[in-house]
């Protein structure tokens, strides 16, 4: 696996949409940010530090965005730029910044989970091929579902999903789909498609937690 960019999102007072790396924008904005944030911490640390402050975290198989909320908590504002990004990293492979301690191994986890087998969590048929191939059987199917339900209350009463396991994650995925009577040729709604993201995103955030605490 390459090397894995982090970049900040953020809406600037004009209320544009702008994006800069990380490590760059943490040391140019110093006085403006927590104290605990170091201009020479990792990458990795510097976005622990921005998500324990109120800010979000979206991951792609290239990329971590930082994000900013707006004024109303919301950061939605960034899809149509994580978007674009994603279409460039297809063009070229262009890699910035480089350094030793952003390169990330492809290491195997629960169910021989790696980085490359999580899809994108702005593509619907790649998020269904993806739930497909968890088993149901593996897990008790009544309290998967009764987890379902709770995390998806959860999430829209908190805007976050608390879990550790990818197992977990990924039945919970399977079985909401199931539930919805989702289907791979048909978009599901808005409200659907945001809880999906939020289960992709939380399985990249296990996996490359479960990474870096080797390190």
Known sequence: MG??????????????LKQFPLKDWV?????SLPNELDGNQ??????????????SLVFTETEVFVIRPDENGNIDYANSKIA????????????IN??????EP???????IKISDIPSSLHWKEIFDFAKTFDLNKVDKQSIS?????????YRNHNKIDSNSIHEMRAVLLQFINMQKLVRDKLPTKEQM?????????????VYDKMWSKY
Not at 84 to 95: L, V, W
Not at 106 to 112: A, G, M, N, T, V
Not at 194 to 206: E, G, V, W
Request: charged share 30%; glycine share 2%; hydrophobic share 30%.
């Open 194 to 206: 945001i809880f999906l993201k939020s289960i992709i995103n939380t399985i990249y955030r296990i």
């Open 146 to 154: 009764d987890q379902a339900n709770y995390l998806e209350k959860f």
């Open 84 to 95: 674009g990004n994603q279409r460039n990293d297809t063009d070229e492979k262009k890699y």
């Open 106 to 112: 492809e290491i195997c986890f629960i169910d021989d």
């Open 42 to 55: 990792t990458s990795h640390k510097m976005r622990q530090i921005l998500k324990r402050n109120g800010w």
């Open 3 to 16: 090397h894995l960019r982090h970049s900040v999102i953020i809406k600037d007072s004009n209320n544009e």
């Open 98 to 103: 480089i350094s030793k301690e952003d390169i």
């Open 27 to 31: 040391r140019q904005n110093q006085n």
